[in-house]
C-alpha cells in the first residue's frame, strides 16, 4: 500500500520558486486576464448580465467534488421553487451549488468593508454548508480533529492525502492570512501559492475545494487585477481533474511549487481568454436583444425586462409578472409577445395553481460554451 502524502510542514511561505520557468508564462497570464478585465469595464451591469456565468462555475466547482447537477436542472429547479418530483439525490446537489452562488454573494459584500481574511472565508463557508450534506460539519469553523482526502469511507491509512494536524491548523491559517497580503514578484504567482496552501491545509470538515476555488476571484478582485470578482476558473480544473489534484499533491510531497504555479497560470490564461470570449458574447446577445425587444414590445419597459431574463434565464410567469418595474399587465403582454416570437420557450405549461416556466434557451447556451456568437 502506498503511504498517503502527508501536509508539508514547515514549507509555506515556499522558498524554492523557479521565477524564470514562471517568466514565459506571468507575461500571458496577466495580459489575459487585462483583456478580460476590459471586456467587464464593457459591460454595463455585470453583475445581471453575467449572472449566468456565475451560477455555471457553481455547477462545475461543485461538479469537481461530485455533485451531478447541470445548470439547466439548478435554473429549473430554482424557478420551480424547489420540485418534488426530482429525486432526493439530486435535490441535494442542486442545494450544494445554490449555497455556492449564496456564499460567493456573500463573500463579495463582506470584502465591501473587511479585507480578504479568515473571517471571510469562515463567512463563506457557513453559508455554503448551511442546510446541505455536511451542514453539520462545523460550518464556519476549524477542525478541531484529523481528516484526510481519498475513497468514501477509506482509512485515514488508505488515503491520498493527509492534511495539516488539527493543532497546528489555527497557526497556519494565520500564516496564509499573512501571506495575502506580502509582497511577491507577480500576483497570480502569490494567487497560485495561496490556493494551493488553502487546499492542502484543508482547514475545514467538508467544503474546502469549492471554498478554495471560490477565493481565486475574491483575491483578483481585492488585488485590483478585475473590477468585480467574477473570474470563472472551475471549467479547466474541471477537465484537467487529474492534473489539478497530482499537482497540488506535488506541493507536498515533492515541494513542487513551481510546477504548480505552471499549472495555475495556464489555467488562468485559459480560463480568461474564455471568460472573456463568453462575457463579450452575452454582451452582443444583450445589445441584439434590446433592438429585438424594443422593436417588438413598443413598450418603455423593454430594457426592464430584458435585465430580468438575463438575471433569471429560467423562470415561471409569476416572478415576472410581479416584477416590481414593469406593471403586471404589461409584463402579461411582453410574455405572449416573447414566447410567440420563439425567444422564450415553454419549460412547463400552466397547470391549476403553478404558473408556466419559461427559459431563454440563446443565453444558457452561450454560458455554457456551446455557441459563439
Given at each position: 500500500?502506498?503511504?498517503?502524502v502527508?501536509?508539508?510542514?514547515?514549507?509555506?511561505p515556499?522558498?524554492?520558486?523557479?521565477?524564470?520557468?514562471?517568466i514565459?508564462?506571468?507575461?500571458p497570464?496577466?495580459?489575459?486576464?487585462?483583456?478580460y478585465d476590459?471586456?467587464?469595464?464593457?459591460?454595463?451591469?455585470?453583475?445581471?448580465?453575467?449572472?449566468?456565468?456565475?451560477?455555471?462555475?457553481?455547477?462545475l466547482?461543485?461538479?469537481?467534488?461530485?455533485?451531478?447537477?447541470t445548470?439547466?436542472?439548478?435554473l429549473?429547479?430554482?424557478?420551480?421553487?424547489?420540485?418534488?418530483?426530482?429525486p432526493?439525490?439530486?435535490?441535494?446537489?442542486?442545494?450544494?451549488?445554490?449555497?455556492?452562488?449564496?456564499?460567493?454573494?456573500?463573500?463579495?459584500?463582506?470584502l465591501?468593508?473587511?479585507?480578504l481574511?479568515q473571517?471571510?472565508?469562515?463567512?463563506?463557508?457557513?453559508?455554503?454548508?448551511?442546510?446541505?450534506?455536511g451542514?453539520?460539519a462545523?460550518?464556519?469553523?476549524?477542525r478541531k480533529?484529523?481528516?484526510w482526502?481519498?475513497?468514501?469511507?477509506?482509512?485515514?491509512?488508505?488515503?491520498?492525502?493527509?492534511?495539516?494536524?488539527?493543532?497546528?491548523l489555527?497557526?497556519?491559517?494565520?500564516?496564509w492570512?499573512?501571506?495575502?497580503?506580502?509582497q511577491?514578484?507577480?500576483?497570480?504567482?502569490?494567487?497560485?501559492?495561496?490556493h494551493?496552501?488553502?487546499?492542502?491545509?484543508?482547514p475545514?470538515?467538508?467544503?474546502?475545494?469549492?471554498?478554495?476555488?471560490?477565493?481565486?476571484p475574491?483575491?483578483l478582485?481585492?488585488?485590483?487585477?478585475i473590477?468585480?470578482?467574477?473570474?470563472?476558473?472551475?471549467?479547466?480544473?474541471?477537465?484537467e481533474?487529474?492534473e489539478?489534484y497530482?499537482?497540488?499533491?506535488?506541493v507536498?510531497?515533492?515541494e513542487?511549487?513551481?510546477?504548480?504555479c505552471e499549472?495555475?497560470?495556464?489555467?488562468?490564461?485559459?480560463?480568461a481568454e474564455?471568460?472573456q470570449?463568453k462575457?463579450?458574447?452575452?454582451?452582443?446577445?444583450?445589445?441584439?436583444?434590446?433592438?429585438q425587444?424594443?422593436?417588438?414590445t413598443?413598450?418603455?419597459y423593454?430594457?426592464?425586462?430584458?435585465?430580468?431574463f438575463?438575471s433569471?434565464?429560467?423562470?415561471?410567469?409569476?416572478?415576472?409578472?410581479?416584477?416590481k418595474?414593469?406593471?403586471?399587465?404589461?409584463?402579461?403582454?411582453?410574455?405572449?409577445?416573447?414566447r410567440?416570437?420563439?425567444?422564450?420557450?415553454?419549460?412547463r405549461e400552466a397547470?391549476?395553481?403553478?404558473?408556466?416556466?419559461?427559459?431563454?434557451?440563446?443565453?444558457?447556451?452561450?454560458?455554457?460554451?456551446?455557441?459563439s456568437?
Open positions: 500500500m502506498i503511504p498517503p502527508q501536509y508539508h510542514y514547515g514549507k509555506f515556499p522558498k524554492n520558486i523557479d521565477w524564470l520557468r514562471l514565459p508564462l506571468i507575461g497570464a496577466n495580459a489575459a486576464l487585462a483583456r476590459g471586456t467587464l469595464a464593457a459591460i454595463p451591469n455585470p453583475s445581471i448580465l453575467l449572472a449566468p456565468l456565475t451560477t455555471q462555475e457553481a455547477v466547482s461543485s461538479k469537481i467534488e461530485g455533485t451531478q447537477a445548470m439547466g436542472e439548478v429549473e429547479f430554482e424557478a420551480e421553487g424547489g420540485s418534488n418530483d426530482l432526493q439525490q439530486k435535490k441535494a446537489d442542486i442545494n450544494e451549488v445554490l449555497n455556492y452562488r449564496k456564499a460567493m454573494r456573500h463573500a463579495e459584500g463582506l465591501n468593508t473587511l479585507p481574511c473571517r471571510v472565508i469562515k463567512e463563506a463557508h457557513r453559508v455554503l454548508l448551511a442546510d446541505v450534506r451542514h453539520s462545523a460550518r464556519g469553523e476549524y480533529v484529523p481528516n482526502i481519498g475513497p468514501p469511507g477509506c482509512s485515514i491509512e488508505e488515503a491520498r492525502f493527509v492534511p495539516i494536524s488539527a493543532e497546528h489555527q497557526e497556519a491559517m494565520g500564516k492570512e499573512n501571506f495575502i497580503h506580502a511577491m514578484p507577480d500576483r497570480l504567482a502569490q494567487l497560485a501559492v495561496l494551493a496552501e488553502l487546499e492542502a491545509l484543508h475545514f470538515l467538508d467544503g474546502n475545494g469549492r471554498l478554495g476555488r471560490m477565493f481565486i475574491l483575491f478582485h481585492t488585488a485590483g487585477l473590477r468585480a470578482p467574477m473570474f470563472y476558473i472551475s471549467a479547466y480544473f474541471e477537465r481533474r487529474a489539478y497530482a499537482r497540488l499533491a506535488a507536498s510531497s515533492d513542487d511549487w513551481t510546477g504548480w499549472f495555475f497560470l495556464k489555467a488562468v490564461i485559459d480560463q474564455e471568460n470570449r462575457a463579450a458574447s452575452i454582451l452582443k446577445l444583450y445589445e441584439d436583444k434590446k433592438r425587444l424594443v422593436d417588438l413598443h413598450s418603455q423593454a430594457i426592464h425586462a430584458l435585465d430580468f438575463f433569471r434565464p429560467v423562470f415561471n410567469a409569476t416572478e415576472f409578472t410581479s416584477a418595474d414593469i406593471p403586471a399587465a404589461t409584463a402579461k403582454r411582453i410574455l405572449v409577445l416573447l410567440d416570437s420563439g425567444m422564450l420557450k415553454t419549460i397547470k391549476g395553481r403553478r404558473p408556466a416556466v419559461y427559459a431563454f434557451l440563446e443565453l444558457i447556451d452561450v454560458a455554457e460554451g456551446r455557441v456568437r
